[in-house]
């Protein structure tokens, strides 16, 4: 144990540190309440995670543990312990709160971050390792472990600044007031004037299609007229409004239409590491396969 | 086309199959394609003429997604066999398959025409189809494990690298179908991830089989280990696709219940 080259069983255990840790920082700092980490918090803890992931590659002759992180062996621990904590959180029921203690809010649980922060930095490293002793054929490699860490990394600190509030709007008058996912009231900065609610209905009474044909008015004197349909949003400064929800006792009768406002600064990023992950996919098929061998 | 003439279809499918898997034990290849690729030519004609009639994919409810199941099963086995002319494999593809036409044809499901509006999407038909290939790949990949461990007890090196190639092009499509559908959900639902019951676990299956890839490339020679690392990620696969209907985490608040 702790013999160079350290192996599985040392990664075992660096896992196991790290959800020790992680009830620790439960116990004594509570859950991680990631409304801390709104912008600018997040671009400076981006921007500390790959410091430490650069310090980490550069000290890498220095500091053993670091050297052996950029490998398989620190890998595979660490992605059976993901998996672990994953299916913990996919058994029981996730609630904004209450319910099982700690387990009911896996995303803020300690020891949960901190092991998919130990499967970033590992990609991270992997990535640099790769990047900077460039070979034409790692390219598979690269492009697979940079967009995983672009999009987990990205859509996590991203999610602070991720805005979705709730609108109500009546037939007779604009809207300019929503709410939050808590329940709060909040001003997304835009009106919304429903024209016409839209409904057609199959045979059965089940909703075939439900629309709503409104206009929006922005703050800088902007109106954009449109029809927004479920799996078709509309997209006015930076916001995209989603038609959400209706009167569903009046079904075509209905009153009033429920739109949802979404704002996500971070996207950008996400969908990067997302078609990194795609490009990386098509990679693992035609590349990174094992050579066929004959029988 | 017709719920009804869906067991006359898969009647026809499986004895063609079957007389695939037959020519492939006797080393007849000619008459394993022909009969294999009949075989999928009937199956196929039934889903497309679902398709038709309902005016709609047939992707919506459990039944219809173990109908592509069923079709995807034998194509991988039958391109397993092409490539490394493995003559067993094409045996346990079409028993596979057959298990699952079985499952329909005690419980079909409802095929109603009606598509909720959420589900009206460019993306519906790839998400699940690509999903559904992977799932067989995925699958072909577990029997070969389960033929290794537990028949031959032991494997050659092509043995695993047919698993292993089984596995690089599953996960492929496993990616694809994953982000498809986060994707999809940006465009639907107002975000791409989260965290509902049949993302988690999409995600759980999905780092299983990283779990795998990596450990073949650190310990090529732990066989064993690797075989039993595919059981428990089919399992996870299975919680995943219709296991999670019977989990307390997924009534509260799934939004993949069709």
Not at chain 1, 29 to 58: E, K, T
Not at chain 1, 181 to 189: D, F, H, I, L, V
Request: proline share 5%.
């Amino acid at each position: 144990m702790w013999k160079k080259p350290w192996n599985l069983k040392e990664g075992f255990l660096v896992g196991g540190g790290l959800l020790v840790a992680g009830l620790l920082l439960q116990v004594t700092i509570g859950p991680i309440n990631w409304d801390l980490f709104a912008a600018p918090v997040n671009y400076v803890m981006l921007a500390l995670l790959l410091a430490l992931v650069g310090a980490m590659y550069l000290l890498r002759r220095k500091v053993y543990a670091f050297e052996w992180m950029m490998h398989f062996q620190a890998a595979i621990p660490c992605l059976c312990y993901a998996v672990g904590l994953t299916i913990l959180m996919g058994l029981t029921p996730q609630t904004r709160q209450g319910g099982i203690p700690w387990l009911s809010q896996m995303l803020q649980f300690w020891p949960f971050v901190l092991i998919w922060t130990w499967m970033m930095v590992i990609a991270g490293l992997a990535t640099l390792n790769h990047l900077l002793r460039w070979k034409w054929r790692e390219i598979p490699f690269i492009i697979n472990h940079l967009g995983v860490f672009l999009a987990v990394t990205c859509a996590t600190l991203g999610s602070a600044d991720l805005k979705q509030l709730e609108m109500t709007v009546h037939g007779d008058s604009p809207e300019w007031r929503a709410v939050d996912e808590a329940g709060n009231g909040q001003e997304p900065g835009l009106a919304i004037e429903l024209h016409r609610f839209i409904m057609d209905v199959y045979e059965d009474g089940s909703p075939k299609r439900f629309a709503s044909d409104i206009t929006v008015y922005t703050e800088d004197g902007k109106s954009v007229s449109g029809t927004v349909d479920v799996n078709k949003p509309l997209k006015v400064n930076g916001w995209k409004i989603y038609q959400y929800d209706y009167d569903a006792r009046r079904g075509p009768e209905s009153e009033y239409s429920v739109f949802m406002l979404v704002r996500d600064p971070w996207l950008p990023a996400v969908y990067l590491g997302i078609f990194l992950m795609l490009a990386g996919a098509a990679c693992l098929m035609f590349f990174m396969a094992p050579k066929t061998k004959k029988v | 086309m017709s719920w009804d003439l869906f067991v006359w279809f898969a009647l026809g499918a499986v004895l063609c199959w079957a007389s695939g898997a037959f020519f492939a034990w006797k080393g007849r290849s000619a008459l394993v394609y022909a009969f294999t690729l009949a075989g999928l030519l009937i199956f196929f004609a039934f889903i497309l003429g679902m398709w038709i009639s309902l005016e709609r994919p047939p992707l919506k409810t459990m039944g219809e997604t173990r109908l592509w199941y069923s079709f995807f099963l034998p194509l991988a086995g039958i391109i397993v066999y092409g490539r490394w002319r493995y003559k067993w494999i094409l045996s346990f593809s079409t028993v596979l398959s057959l298990v699952f036409i079985c499952v329909n044809l005690l419980k079909p499901g409802i095929h109603s025409k009606t598509l909720m509006p959420a589900l009206q999407s460019p993306w519906f038909a790839p998400h699940v189809i690509v999903y559904m290939f992977s799932y067989a790949m995925l699958g072909a990949a577990t029997l070969m494990a389960v033929y290794l461990l537990f028949f031959r007890k032991k494997a050659s090196e092509v043995d695993m690298n047919i698993t292993d190639n089984l596995v690089y092009v599953g996960l492929a499509f496993l990616t694809f179908g994953m982000l498809f559908g986060a994707l999809w959900a940006k465009e639907a639902w107002g975000h791409y991830w989260a965290w509902d019951p049949k993302e988690t676990w999409a995600a759980i299956t999905w780092l299983c089989y990283l779990v795998y890839l990596h450990f073949r490339k650190a310990r090529p020679a732990e066989w064993r280990t690797a075989c039993w690392i595919l059981l428990f990620s089919l399992v996870c696969l299975q919680i995943c696709w219709w296991g999670i209907n019977y989990l307390p985490s997924a009534h509260i608040n799934s939004m993949h219940t069709y």
